[in-house]
């Protein structure tokens, strides 16, 4: 084993392996192993200019003449990485072990953990004609709770035990960096598809195709300064407009000009307030024409200019899908700007029509796909972007059969969604509503939801869990599908209860918006041509007056009180933007030193001053909320009521329990 410090980092080689271990931000380090003779260029989500103060960073290098050994260590701040003479690394925290590699080999005799087992903490696999197959192991602790890693669709707040894929899927969000009650952040910092076991008996990460290990530590004291420091290197988010924290209006699919006009004006007509109207899919001719169909869409400046009068921002989704009959795909294909199938029929996706997608990793599609857009969104005064499909979607997810011009699917395809919405950001500068991301797509103004998912009171508290976790892998901004997007029955009265439970949750969310597919599909369509703006099914209303005068009520009461708080919400973004927390906390994120707060799953902070209780099952009329030290006022009654204790609270229909913080 030989070791060497080269600038401020830490390598050693060993057969043939060489290891690096870098400091990158505060109290943080890089890892990165390879059996390449080099390392790769790309830094991928620690794509931040770093500032590491040279008097926080110290190596030790330590040989033992007698047996001709060597071990040595490197700390940055309060982490410190300590490796042995057979290549095992070790974690401490000021001084304090919190994490080691998982090592059970009999060939290194001087190792302690020397077994028969042949299993190293950074294994290889050789892929046919290239890249590695590659593990990392680390020792597990009974007593850890993991949080973060994106969006699963799960009831598990606290993943030690989970088993999680990391790729992209519809309402799958996979971000790598995971919050541990032991002080420490991890960035598994792969874009490539792989899994995450956080086993009893040992952590395992997996990339199925890499050309080296890559990942990132910091440590500090509680979960706040953790993000903090994991935002530093991969980015905060920009500042959102205040006028984008009220009522955003959606459906599936308002079909024409008119729907979409008549549906704001009525919301004058009741001066009721809307910040954003959606425009959602095949609004189009075809799939990767990118373009309204004149037919239904005659005069889209004028429909923009008649909602910037009202306050009303306008958003329109483009996929990247891209019809085989599109009027753009010939030159897509003989450019080489669509991601490239590895077998089997060149089609990646099946929805409406036969198609590929564009391949955003390339620039030159960035630039075409925007140069497509601004011509016929943004001149004519759509604001902002609704990115959806964005993981890509796949007819099949066989990530092994995709190509994509920085790599092969199973090597880069977790950041296409980043670049996906950086395409627009950096063009517009502005928030997009996008389905998907990965680590440091924050950056880029990214407002997230969750996707397609069912309209059940089960889904409303895996949402739950979905949110709080996104805001612990840096993802301040999030929002749903208020009532969720899968409606069977839009007059079912289970439904019309779910709805209102939903909407007032999303009251206390970063962003309040009204979408779903409002079944059953039987709205003739307006055409009956196969292809076009006319052709496809639509949902049914889904405004605040479309279910009845008691959930009009209801909902509207509830937006009157989230209109009340925008000052305070915007105070939160700026927060975010500067220090990278989220908006949806979790209890510990706000009271770390309360081990009972570690254990809640079902309540949460939004900001620091709203303790808020949602309502997760059918009928529920009242639900125990607990509150922590100091003193706090329900906001329905104003009663004020002593921390550290549990109150069973009335939960009416109209409202859930929320309490504010008394300073």
Not at 431 to 438: A, F, T
Not at 623 to 650: F, H, M, S
Request: net charge negative.
């Amino acid at each position: 084993m030989r070791f060497w410090k080269e600038n401020q980092s830490l390598i050693w080689k060993h057969q043939y392996e060489t290891v690096c271990i870098t400091p990158w931000g505060k109290n943080a380090l890089r890892i990165r192993a390879t059996k390449f003779p080099n390392f790769t260029e790309h830094n991928w989500a620690l794509d931040e200019p770093i500032l590491t103060s040279s008097t926080d960073v110290f190596i030790e290098i330590n040989k033992d003449e007698s047996t001709e050994t060597s071990n040595a260590s490197i700390t940055n701040g309060r982490f410190c990485i300590k490796v042995d003479a057979a290549g095992i690394m070790t974690f401490y925290r000021d001084g304090q072990k919190f994490l080691k590699e998982y090592h059970r080999d009999y060939d290194q005799p001087l190792c302690r953990e020397s077994r028969c087992l042949k299993i190293r903490g950074r294994e290889y696999k050789a892929i046919v004609g290239g890249n590695y197959a590659i593990k990392v192991r680390f020792e597990s602790n009974d007593s850890e709770k993991i949080y973060g890693m994106g969006q699963y669709q799960q009831s598990y707040l606290d993943l030690k035990g989970c088993t999680l894929e990391l790729a992209q899927r519809n309402s799958q969000v996979s971000i790598p960096f995971s919050v541990s009650n032991l002080g420490y952040g991890f960035l598994w910092n792969h874009p490539g598809v792989g899994n995450v076991v956080f086993g009893k008996n040992y952590t395992e990460w997996e990339a199925k195709a890499a050309k080296q290990i890559d990942y990132w530590i910091t440590v500090d004291d509680n979960p706040a300064k953790i993000l903090e420091n994991y935002t530093e290197v991969t980015g905060r988010t920009p500042m959102i407009a205040k006028d984008l924290l009220g009522l955003w209006q959606c459906k599936l699919r308002y079909r024409t000009q008119n729907e979409v006009l008549d549906v704001a004006r009525k919301y004058k007509e009741l001066k009721i307030p809307v910040d954003v109207i959606v425009i959602d899919f095949f609004h189009w001719t075809r799939q990767g024409d990118w373009k309204f169909d004149k037919t239904y869409w005659p005069n889209p400046k004028a429909m923009c200019d008649e909602l910037h009068a009202m306050g009303t921002k306008v958003v329109v989704s483009v996929w990247p899908t891209v019809d085989k009959k599109s009027e753009n795909f010939n030159e897509l294909l003989e450019r080489g700007l669509l991601i490239q199938t590895e077998r089997g029929s060149n089609q990646t996706y099946e929805f409406q029509g036969d198609c590929l997608t564009i391949d955003v990793t390339n620039p030159e599609a960035q630039a075409y796909l925007w140069e497509k857009c601004r011509k016929n969104y943004y001149d004519f005064g759509i604001d902002m972007f609704w990115l959806d499909n964005a993981e890509p979607d796949y007819g099949v997810y066989d990530y092994d059969n995709y190509r994509y011009y920085l790599g092969t699917g199973l090597e880069v395809s977790n950041l296409y969604p980043k670049l996906y919405t950086k395409t627009f950001y950096e063009q517009t500068k502005s928030l997009s509503l996008v389905r998907c991301g990965w680590a440091g797509s924050q950056k880029y103004a990214s407002l997230f939801w969750s996707g397609d998912i069912p309209s059940t009171f089960e889904s409303l508290k895996d949402q739950l869990c979905a949110g709080l976790n996104m805001g612990l892998a840096g993802i301040p901004w999030w929002t749903t599908d208020i009532g969720g997007f899968m409606t069977d029955d839009v007059a079912d009265p289970d439904f019309r209860e779910l709805l209102l439970r939903w909407f007032e949750f999303a009251v206390f969310c970063p962003i309040l918006r009204m979408h779903g597919d409002r079944g059953p599909h039987d709205i003739a369509p307006l055409s009956e041509k196969e292809w076009g703006g006319g052709c496809l099914f639509t949902g049914h209303s889904n405004e605040l007056w479309s279910y009845g005068d008691e959930a009009f009520s209801i909902m509207k009461k509830q937006l009157d009180l989230r209109l009340s708080i925008k000052p305070y919400i915007e105070a939160l973004m700026q927060e975010a933007s500067a220090s990278g927390a989220p908006l949806l906390r979790t209890m510990f994120y706000e009271f770390p030193n309360d081990t009972h707060c570690w254990e809640l799953e079902d309540q949460y902070m939004f900001g620091n001053q709203y303790l808020v209780a949602p309502i997760l099952q059918l009928g529920q009329r009242e639900r125990e909320v607990y509150l922590p030290a100091g003193k706090w006022k329900n906001i329905t009654d104003c009663q004020i009521y002593e921390g550290g204790q549990t109150l069973l609270c009335p939960a009416p229909l109209e409202q859930i329990p929320i309490f504010e913080k008394q300073n």
